[in-house]
């Protein structure tokens, strides 16, 4: 029973949710600010990890709906790197395709408007991706995404 943390990374916010202990509930945080320096941005995304005893990390994965590395796909591996360089917790990517429009649709459904809720949008997509690896460790009993220290060859 552990608490987990994912990731949306966006070029001016990250979207962040966390998990339950028991990995059955996910929750938005309040998004964080991306400084211009990756390395203060982790140390916020540190102070979240530490304070909510979170063990294990989920940064989204932006390949395209091809299957296509593009530039966001490289901003949020460079950015996993440097968070698993800076943390002892793993950091695992999951594919994140179509969680914004999921989000979105999800929050046109409660009512909310997505347009006027941009930071929300942002931990509302990290929700979903938290809840996608959730599902898949639930179903598959093992790791979900590409562990971000393999990549790295640590």
């Given at each position: 029973?552990?608490r987990?943390?994912?990731?949306?990374v966006?070029?001016?916010?990250?979207?962040?949710?966390?998990?339950?202990?028991?990995?059955?509930?996910?929750?938005?945080?309040?998004?964080?600010?991306?400084?211009?320096?990756?390395?203060?941005?982790v140390?916020?995304?540190?102070?979240?990890?530490?304070?909510?005893?979170?063990?294990?990390?989920?940064?989204g994965d932006?390949?395209s709906?091809s299957?296509?590395?593009?530039?966001?796909?490289?901003?949020?591996?460079?950015?996993?790197?440097?968070?698993?360089?800076?943390?002892?917790?793993?950091?695992?990517?999951?594919?994140?395709?179509?969680?914004t429009?999921?989000?979105?649709?999800?929050?046109?459904?409660?009512g909310?408007?997505?347009?006027?809720?941009?930071?929300?949008?942002?931990?509302?997509?990290?929700?979903?991706?938290?809840?996608?690896?959730?599902?898949?460790?639930?179903?598959?009993?093992?790791?979900?995404?590409?562990?971000?220290?393999?990549?790295?060859?640590?």
């Amino acid at each position: 029973m552990v608490r987990k943390l994912a990731i949306d990374v966006g070029r001016s916010r990250l979207g962040i949710a966390i998990s339950d202990p028991s990995g059955i509930v996910s929750s938005p945080l309040d998004s964080v600010v991306r400084a211009d320096d990756d390395s203060q941005t982790v140390q916020q995304i540190l102070k979240i990890v530490v304070d909510n005893g979170v063990e294990e990390i989920f940064v989204g994965d932006p390949i395209s709906l091809s299957g296509e590395q593009t530039a966001s796909t490289a901003d949020a591996r460079d950015f996993a790197a440097v968070l698993q360089t800076a943390c002892r917790v793993p950091v695992r990517l999951i594919d994140e395709r179509l969680t914004t429009v999921s989000a979105a649709r999800n929050l046109r459904d409660s009512g909310k408007n997505a347009k006027s809720s941009k930071g929300f949008i942002d931990s509302a997509s990290a929700v979903v991706i938290l809840e996608s690896a959730l599902q898949t460790e639930r179903v598959s009993g093992r790791a979900a995404g590409i562990a971000v220290g393999d990549l790295l060859g640590s």
